[in-house]
């Protein structure tokens, strides 16, 4: 009864501010624009007041940090007990290009190493095929055989890092790789830690890097899956990935349902292949982008972390709380950076980075001011990872647990958020789940409307990117890019020649026959790769044996 | 639009993603763009290869040959196309766009690129483009024996990297 009157007595001073002093102030002045929106569209209120969270139940939707549903974080201490990990995404040119680069992040602060892959790799392809011409260590470092993974990771223990690799389609192939070098360092792989993305649905739906269709391409994933859980069983066998398709234009919710119904995909394939889930679920970790809507972001993480807890219990029956339990890697939004006046990349970088953290993301990447232009340049790097240093020692928001938890705007953005996302993962569940919904282009659709929607906002000027269509200035900004050498290619070729030459020939033709039947039974794929990559076959041999078996994957139809 | 208003072309227009990278955000907002504003668009799909493009360019009998390219792969692929057009004897003018430096910006212009648009360039800005500088190749499409493809002479558009030369093919 108590509760009641208080509730009429705050609906009646909220009438009283409406008609009188809010009506005074709105004939005034009105306000900057007739409604509020995020820039996922959702719309925002003037005010939020006890009266949104009226029916909020605080133990329901919060509950305590490291404690389902996990609202307020997956770990008891956060930040106190343990910052999060700073990773900068790196690689360019030849493996020992990026080898010196990764020595001086770490020699800088840097806490993680985090591989990328030019896009010859992230297809399956040798540098010396001809669709890999002109793109050799353009956007990444190009990984051909073991000798380059050697290069790679050369004066750098395995045991002691840990390490991602943003790899998908090729992942067990890379992640043999680095299971050989650290065998080859004499490191215990049941020490290693580090994350393969290893993420195809989500190829399929935004970023479009494939090799094999989904089926054959998930039976891999569980195999990898079930190979680590029983030899490397620190290792994240898995991201799974917002992050690019946020990327490809879709809003906050879509982020969260797309790549939640993702996961849900991957745990059915696990458990129809046999295995336990609270076995490997523990294992698998998220990856979201840090995009520019503060608050939506915030309200992003928490709801990611509310649906995820509530479906591994509620869906998977899983008993243990780490399987529960969202961990998540993320990078500040790419799209969200203009090469036109490129400094203020380095605020935007800060702000979404800011929100990530309150978010409570367990690894960060931020992006480098000038990379919309190239890959960054030593010095930009440098500025994003200060920029991490700066949050983490200067601020003060790593003192506590989820600051904004109890703000009436943050948990009605949050519940929101969950509504709208579990709406469209129904819609999924109800198309057969996420591998049908994919093969009938039902994400793909999504994005695309919404990226479309987005650009016509931009070009009417009803959402705003400064230094793009407002507060424009002519001249181009000159800053200093990174130039990736012409050489790079046909170093990097000879160099994969020479393994050619010099490896034994018989052993590497008896491991790809070994692979090739392997692939057409049933047993785990992952042993005939480790003896393959040892043998030392190269990347693109490797895919183009298994996709003698697998067959290559097609995009039917594109939507735009 | 004031130009383009006085000469409605539809245009068959290629938009092509040549390369590895799988970004298609951008290429497929101008595909949709390019078509609302009434042009027929052949979008090719994903990692195609410049011997690919130019195939779907000379069986569609286009008009001119758009690319998209984030890979960082601009200055090997986009001559690449050009030259494949030219011995297919269909000198279309070629444009594009994607993550490319301005520093690169004058080599492609002397390789044959009629305009550069980057990250930030509106839709409205490339359909202008396209409606001042891409033209009707020939009259008579339907027609079996396929007319010997002909460059007009065209006038320099405002945007970035419009050439003012025309190559002989």
């Not at chain 1, 509020?36 to 940090?65: C, N």
């Not at chain 1, 649906?307 to 529960?324: C, E, L, T």
């Not at chain 1, 003192?399 to 969950?418: H, K, Q, V």
Request: glycine content about 8%; charged content about 25%; hydrophobic content about 40%.
């Amino acid at each position: 009864m108590k509760r009641d009157s208080g509730v009429l007595t705050r609906r009646r001073a909220r009438r009283e501010w409406e008609t009188e002093t809010l009506r005074d102030s709105l004939q005034r002045s009105p306000e900057r624009r007739p409604t509020f929106t995020t820039i996922s569209g959702v719309p925002i209120e003037r005010l939020y007041t006890a009266e949104d969270l009226e029916h909020w139940d605080p133990e329901e939707k919060l509950g305590q940090p490291g404690v389902f549903p996990f609202t307020r974080g997956p770990y008891p201490t956060m930040y106190r007990g343990r910052l999060w990990t700073m990773r900068q995404f790196s690689g360019f040119g030849t493996p020992q290009d990026t080898n010196r680069r990764y020595r001086y992040l770490l020699e800088h602060g840097q806490t993680g190493l985090s591989v990328a892959f030019d896009m010859p790799t992230l297809m399956g392809l040798d540098s010396d095929d001809p669709r890999s011409l002109g793109e050799v260590g353009r956007e990444g470092v190009a990984i051909d055989t073991l000798s380059d993974m050697e290069a790679l990771f050369a004066d750098i223990p395995l045991a002691r890092v840990s390490t991602s690799m943003t790899i998908n389609a090729p992942a067990a192939v890379l992640l043999a790789m680095y299971l050989a070098v650290a065998r080859k360092q004499g490191a215990d792989w049941g020490a290693l830690q580090g994350t393969v993305q290893n993420d195809i649905l989500k190829e399929y739906i935004a970023q479009k890097e494939w090799i094999f269709p989904p089926r054959p391409s998930i039976r891999i994933i569980v195999d990898m899956i079930a190979f680590c859980t029983d030899r490397v069983p620190k290792w994240n066998t898995i991201s799974i990935s917002g992050y690019h398709i946020r990327e490809a234009g879709s809003t906050a919710a879509q982020e969260l349902a797309f790549t939640l119904a993702d996961g849900i995909g991957y745990v059915q394939a696990c458990r129809e292949a046999g295995l336990e889930v609270d076995s490997f679920a523990p294992r698998l970790s998220f990856f979201w982008n840090a995009h520019s809507d503060f608050f939506e972001e915030i309200a992003k993480y928490r709801a990611a972390r509310r649906i995820w807890s509530n479906v591994m219990r509620g869906r998977f029956g899983a008993k243990d709380p780490r399987s529960w339990t969202l961990r998540t890697h993320a990078q500040t939004a790419g799209c969200s950076l203009t090469a036109q006046q490129p400094q203020n990349n380095i605020v935007r970088v800060a702000l979404q980075a800011l929100s990530a953290v309150l978010g409570g993301t367990q690894s960060l990447h931020t992006n480098s001011m000038d990379e919309t232009l190239g890959l960054p340049t030593e010095q930009a790097v440098t500025i994003a990872l200060r920029t991490q240093q700066i949050l983490a020692e200067e601020t003060g928001v790593a003192n506590t647990i989820d600051p904004l938890a109890g703000s009436y705007f943050m948990e009605s953005l949050t519940d929101r958020i969950e509504r709208e996302a579990l709406d469209l993962i129904e819609t999924i569940d109800g198309m057969g789940g996420i591998v049908a919904a994919i093969e009938q282009g039902f994400p793909q659709r999504e994005i695309a409307e919404a990226s479309f929607r987005y650009q016509r906002e931009l070009e009417r000027g009803e959402k705003v990117m400064v230094g793009v269509n407002r507060y424009t200035e002519g001249a181009a900004s000159d800053i200093e890019t990174l130039k990736i050498s012409p050489s790079v290619e046909p170093r990097q070729i000879r160099a994969l020649q020479k393994v050619r030459k010099k490896r034994d020939e018989r052993a590497h033709r008896r491991a790809l026959a070994a692979l090739v039947e392997a692939a057409r039974g049933g047993t785990n794929l992952l042993p005939p790769i480790l003896d393959a990559v040892e043998a030392y076959a190269s990347v693109g041999e490797i895919c183009s044996a298994l996709r003698g078996v697998f067959g290559a994957y097609r995009e039917e139809k594109t939507y735009f | 639009m004031s130009e383009s208003a006085s000469r409605p072309g539809k245009l068959r227009l290629l938009v092509g993603k040549v390369g590895l990278d799988g970004h298609d955000r951008g290429v497929k907002i101008i595909a949709r763009a390019l078509r609302d504003a009434g042009h027929e668009v052949i979008y090719t799909g994903l990692h195609q290869t410049p011997e690919m493009v130019v195939a779907t360019a000379v069986q569609e009998d286009v008009d001119a040959v758009s690319l998209s390219i984030l890979s960082g792969a601009h200055k090997t692929l986009f001559p690449r196309v050009i030259d494949l057009l030219r011995k297919a004897r269909l000198p279309v003018p070629v444009f594009g766009g994607g993550i490319i430096p301005e520093e690169d910006f004058a080599f492609l212009k002397r390789r044959g690129v009629k305009a550069i648009f980057t990250p930030g360039a509106s839709t409205q800005e490339v359909i202008d483009w396209v409606a001042r500088n891409i033209h009707p190749r020939a009259p008579a499409r339907a027609s079996v024996a396929r007319p010997r493809a002909r460059l007009e002479k065209r006038k320099k558009g405002p945007v970035r990297a419009g050439s003012p030369k025309r190559r002989r093919s």
